[in-house]
Each structure stands twice: as structure tokens, then as C-alpha cells.
């Protein structure tokens, strides 16, 4: 696993203009940059360092973003088995009615194990294997609600549109869940498992699925990918298409959750769909890569928990994972084997406006958070932008948009000169 | 003039502890701090400053943000006059069968001009005086659409929750708009100008509204704001009411804009209709105090400018105004006089999830950018958000959600043992 990590460090310095241009020798150009937040600690003075932080952390009123001590066991686990392991804790009001609702909340993301020229058990065991210390450290720390990043039993590797990694899916019940099954009732864990699915009830077809496994090793359900990439190299729709199972929360032992599978992020009425429903921890686990969305990452779920009023977990893979056969990517750019570094950063985001800051860009990772849910409700009573929201007007807006003969609201300037644009 | 930004500046340091507690002790714990991107600038090494840009700035592929020389008459007017002046440069791919469609864009943040003990037409004169030379520097820089701030036409009175301040309002057609119509015609520039209206066609009601301004001076349309805050001191529907325009997109000589005003830019639904109806640039005029939404602010005109597929510029008002009356906030805090500190920060947003950086923290400014309108549709064809945004799903479940039986989709764990939350 260690020998993956140094290749796709290595990788940029020595034959990043061969391979990928602009993006890895980008990659390379600071050597062990691990994520903004430690750089900018390493960098600045503290007094600047604080400041800095207030407004990229968005932490306001003189606040500090708490760390949590983990247990030993944790940190020992992730020396040993070499993963970053981070803790935060955030904060809501008293309330004089609530008790407070404090959930631990966690994220794991990761590299895969083995070659993806491996036999595909094999590579599929071996990432079970490496994450078990993972979800060990996770489940002696306490954790009360895991997330995984989407499809983690196998490499991503939609890219290629080659069919055989269909091979990969698994039934909503399938090894992988009952692997998690496992470890979720040994932990009095609840576990999200994002995977690809094979729906045998209708006629094999696949899925993006995220499998919601309760803290007693029960499947309280599944929620299917409800808008799937058509951009570059994440050509999905050639695996799988919409999902079916509309926007729902699922009501746990901790709390309420809902998962926006990856590209979801991109569109705001699914993150509001999930708080319209009455979720108050959204997870986004994501497969993304640094030169199409690096600049998005640490806005996109942020701005869901603001205007939501709710907490998002947001998780990303990690590493440059080799395919055997080269392919192209629709950019005119000679055919490649990979589909470009993920860059990790896994972070939590949080109602107030503030966020923990992410993982590594680089290594595996374990993100811890408590999170008092009662924030959600306090945020939403301080600011009311669901008292604001005008729902009226835009159901019937939205309406109107997708008839056919809809006809934008535009009031022309009765002086322009109509100019060929 | 000059005398108003420095109290603002000195204020904290003198008397914060007794004013405003956390809130102003944290402004002057940073004498100097102008904005996020100078600090950074001045506080990292050149290679690390350039990743961080990288990552805040949004700039990806290697691309620098690109600086535009301004005329010398600008420069020397915002020397003379005593605001900043910045201007940057959004790029797009060129195109085979279209030409750039670049523009030049403005955005004006600024301090009120005398105290508002002073009488209302001299108030109002002073900030006109104030700002002509702002536009003066912006014309002479060729700016093609100009936007001012929120209520730019008098100190941002609602918090007193007072109705004498309603004296403030204008018909659309009232004594500021004559002053733009005049330095629109001058520099054949389309100005936006918010302000608050009187509609006498409908009893005195007033609005908060954004009169738009075509190149040759006349009148284009208005648009009312959407979305009304009852959040701590703003109060804004002591005074005006949810806007009655719906979503227009005003098509002028220079491509189509729209206005989210203010509060309305944590309504994701409000940015979206301005897509939906084919804004270009949405500008979000706004007045904002630290306390309340710093740590947002960098976040949500991002978003929207990378989900909706549109440039944004975000303005926010400068300073600390203090009024007459003492009032209450609703926070439990003893009385006081002031809104808090109006953190100015103009910026831009692009579509490809770049920005600029922001104007100061505690100047009035001018922000410029040249931005190629083709990049909204480049990023439409190469993100595919409307395509693949499945409105019908979303208009269904808010036809249901503004029901009052509407019943959320929660699936709950059988296993579930209730608790009283």
C-alpha cells in the first residue's frame, strides 16, 4: 500500500510532462503538500494563522476549532498501518427544552490496494483488508456513524467504459456489505457503504448505489445516484444510469442521514431535496480528480450546509490508479492508463459555516468529527431560509421550466442595437 | 470622508471591549488587514503563495489570474479620492464559430459620506458626491456594466427598525437614478442601482429594489428583491416585502444580467431561476456585517457562479454606521448604535470556479474584471448541469413539499429504538 502512495508522489516529478502535462508536474511542484490547512500552519505566524483560519475555516465570534483526543488504539492503528487520523468537534447553543444530540461522525478515504491488473477478488479482498484497521481505529474511537467513499470495494474505473469491470457489482446484500455488516454490529456502528450495485430483481441492471447498514448490522435501505457525469473521462452512464429511489433520510439510532453520491454536489436542488426531507448529516462520498474539481471541493458542500441548515460529510478517494488498457478522454490528448491524481481532502462541513479542515491530498485517511445536531434546528430558526424560501414560486417556476415551450423571463433593452452574437 | 473609514479602523482598538465584545476586539486584532488575498500575499513564500492561490483562487491548469493596466486617469482618481482600485481578467477558449463576447465589468463598495445625524438630502448628495468620482474612474477605465451596493443611496437604516428612514425612498425614476442616468449616457455604460423604491403607482409601498440602467441612459427595468431577512438586526420587512418580479434577466447591449439582492444569495433557488431564465452575470448587491456572514461570504456567489453556470459579483457596503437612536438586536445584548462592521470585500466569481480576490475589508473600492461571456456556455457544454439537473423530479417534489400535508421520504430503522430526541 505504501509502495502505491509513493508512486503517485513519485510519479509527477519524474515523468509528469511524459504523462499528464500541466496537472501533475502541478502535483510536483510542492513536494509534500499535504492538505492547504497544514500548509498554511506551517507557513504563517499564528497570530496571521488564526486570522486566516477564522475565514477559511469560518469560524466567527472568537471561536477555536476543537480537536478530539482519540483513543490509543486509534492512533496507534494509524501509525502502524500508516493512515492520517484527524478529530474535531463542533459545537451548538444550550437549549433549554434538549438535551444536546452530540453524534461522532466518521470518514474514511483511501487509496486502492492492489494493481488493477490484480484478479479482481483479490483486489477486492485486499481493500476489505486494508480498510478493517481503519474501521477498527474508527470503531475504537467511538465512532456512531461511518461513511466510505463511493464504489470502495473496487477501483474507479469508469473511465475506461470498458465492460468487464461490471464484475464488481454486488448485490444490495452482497460480500462487501456483509463485511461491513460485521463491523458495524461489533461497533454499534451505523455504516454507509457506497458501492456499485447489481439490481438482480431487475434484470441485472447496475447501479451507484449507497447501502445504509444500521448500528445492529441490519440494511435499513439503499439510496441510488440520482445524477450521474457525462464530463471527461467520467463517462458513468455507460455503467449506469439516474437512480430510482427519489431523495430519502434515513432515520438512525444517531440521527438523521442522506447521502448525495458525488456529481450530486454539482446540483444544489438535491442537496436541498435531502433537507427538504429532514436530513441533518448529508454525505457526499466522491471520486474526483485535481485538474476538473479541485478548486470546487471546498466550496460546493460547504455552501449545501449553510444553505441547509445541515452537516455534510463530504469524502474523496485517493491515489492515481493504473488501468491496463490506455484510453482516451474526449480532449484530444494522446491515450493514457489513468485517470489522474485524487486528491483526497476528505472534510466536514458544518450548518454555521464552518468546517473542519480536510485530509490529506495524498494519503489514507480517517476523519473524525462530533457534531451536535441540534445545530441544525438552531441554525434554521437564526437565519429562516426555509420561512424565506418561497417554495410557491419556484415549484411552479421549476413547473413551467420543464415544458418544452418554457420561455425565459428576459426584458430586452428597447434600444439595442441587435448585435450577431 | 476619509475621517468616517478611519473610525471604523481606530474604533476598535479604542473602545471595542465596551461596544461590541468579540466582534470588534477580532477586527482590530489585525491592524492592516485589508483582505485575505493581500495577507496571504505578504505572509507566504512566492511557490507556496502560488499553490494557495491555486486552491482559493480556483485557478487550475497552471493559469494565472491576469491583472489589467488601467487608464492613468483612474489610477490617479482613486489616489485623489482615496479608493482602491483593482482589475483582473476571466479568460475563455476560443471558439470556432463564435467570437470572445468579452466584457468589462464594475462593482463599487462604499462607505456612507456624512453621519446620519446629518439631513437626509445632504446624506444623500454627499454619497452621490462621493461616488462620482468612482464612476468617473470606471467609465474612463471602460467599464461596459457597472453595479452598485445594496440601498447605495443612504446608510443602511433598517436595523433601527425606525420608519423615518423611509423618507430615504424613490420612485424608480427618483433623483438617483436621474444622477446614474446621466454617467450612463456619459460613458455608455449599463448601470445597476440598487435602491430603496417607492412605488406610488401602489399606495407608497416600498421595495427593495435594483433599477437597471441601459447604455444610452434610459431606463431598463427593475427588479424587486426576492428573498427579505428577519435575522438579528435585519429586520428588512419592518419595510419592504418579498419583491413581486419574479426572476428577469435584463438583455442589455453588453449580455444578460440579473440581480440576487442580498439575503437572497442563501436561497439556492433564487440563483437558479436567474439561470434557468439565461442570466450571464448575476450581481448580488448586498449588506453584510462580520459577525453575522464573513465566514459565507467567499462561498456562496462561488457556488452559484460553478453550479448555475454564470458570472457573479458580489458587493458588499463599507464601514460602520452609526445611528441616533440606540436599539436592541434580539441577541440579549445591552443597546447600541451601530450594525457592526460592514466588511466590503467585493469579488467576482466565474463559472470555471475561479475568482478574483476581493476588494478591502475597510476601503471603498472599485473591482473590476473583463470577462468572456463565452466561458457560461463552455462550462454548460463541458459540465453538463442542465442536462443531467432532472427538474421534473425536483418541480414534482416541491409542488408536494408546499403542501402542508406533505409528508417527507425517511426511512426508519425498524430496529430503532425511540428515543425522545
Chains 1, 2 share one sequence.
Not at 43 to 58: D, H, T
Amino acid at each position: 500500500m505504501a509502495d502505491l502512495c509513493n508512486k503517485v508522489e513519485e510519479n509527477p516529478m519524474e515523468n509528469g510532462d511524459e504523462k499528464e502535462g500541466e496537472g501533475v508536474s502541478r502535483d510536483g511542484s510542492l513536494h509534500g503538500f499535504e492538505s492547504l490547512h497544514r500548509l498554511l500552519s506551517a507557513s504563517l505566524k499564528p497570530e496571521i494563522f488564526k486570522e486566516v483560519s477564522r475565514l477559511l475555516v469560518g469560524l466567527n465570534c472568537g471561536r477555536v476549532l476543537e480537536t478530539v483526543a482519540l483513543p490509543e488504539s486509534a492512533v496507534t492503528h494509524s501509525s502502524k498501518y500508516d493512515f492520517d487520523v484527524q478529530a474535531f468537534c463542533f459545537h451548538a447553543d444550550k437549549e433549554l427544552l434538549r438535551q444536546p444530540r452530540v453524534v461522532r461522525v466518521g470518514l474514511i478515504q483511501n487509496s486502492i490496494a492492489l494493481p488493477t491488473t490484480a484478479p479482481f477478488l483479490d483486489q477486492k479482498r485486499a481493500i476489505m483488508q486494508k480498510l478493517k484497521p481503519v474501521i477498527d481505529a474508527a470503531g475504537a474511537s467511538g465512532v456512531n456513524i461511518l461513511c466510505l467513499q463511493e464504489a470502495w470495494m473496487m477501483p474507479f474505473a469508469f473511465c475506461t467504459r470498458e465492460k468487464r469491470w461490471c464484475e464488481f457489482a454486488e448485490p444490495i446484500d452482497g460480500e462487501s456489505t456483509q463485511f461491513l455488516q460485521d463491523l458495524a454490529r461489533k461497533y454499534n456502528m451505523v455504516i454507509v457503504s457506497p458501492i456499485l450495485e447489481r439490481d438482480v430483481n431487475h434484470g441485472e441492471t447496475l447501479w451507484n448505489t449507497a447501502v445504509v447498514i444500521g448500528n445492529h448490522g441490519n440494511i435499513i435501505g439503499k439510496h441510488r445516484k440520482n445524477h450521474i457525469p457525462r464530463v471527461g473521462d467520467f463517462n458513468e452512464s455507460t455503467y449506469y444510469m439516474e437512480g430510482n429511489t427519489g431523495h430519502p433520510v434515513f432515520e438512525t439510532a444517531y440521527g438523521k442521514i442522506a447521502i448525495n453520491i458525488c456529481y450530486g454536489r454539482h446540483h444544489p436542488l438535491n442537496w436541498l431535496a435531502f433537507g427538504l426531507n429532514g436530513a441533518e448529516i448529508v454525505f457526499n462520498p466522491s471520486a474526483t480528480v485535481g485538474e476538473l474539481s479541485e478548486p470546487m471541493w471546498p466550496i460546493e458542500a460547504r455552501n449545501a450546509a449553510i444553505v441547509n441548515s445541515y452537516y455534510v460529510g463530504s469524502i474523496n478517494r485517493v491515489g492515481t490508479e493504473v488501468f491496463p488498457n490506455p484510453f482516451t478522454s474526449g480532449d484530444g490528448k494522446p491515450q493514457h492508463a489513468d485517470f489522474g491524481h485524487f486528491y483526497g481532502s476528505s472534510y466536514f462541513s458544518a450548518p454555521d459555516a464552518s468546517c473542519t479542515p480536510s485530509l490529506s491530498r495524498c494519503r489514507d485517511g480517517l476523519l473524525i468529527s462530533d457534531m451536535d445536531l441540534n445545530l441544525c434546528r438552531q441554525l434554521k430558526d437564526k437565519w429562516g431560509f426555509r420561512m424565506t424560501a418561497r417554495y410557491d414560486m419556484y415549484a411552479e417556476l421549476l413547473s413551467k421550466y420543464v415544458k418544452a415551450e418554457f420561455e425565459p423571463q428576459v426584458i430586452i433593452d428597447p434600444l439595442l442595437q441587435k448585435k450577431a452574437l
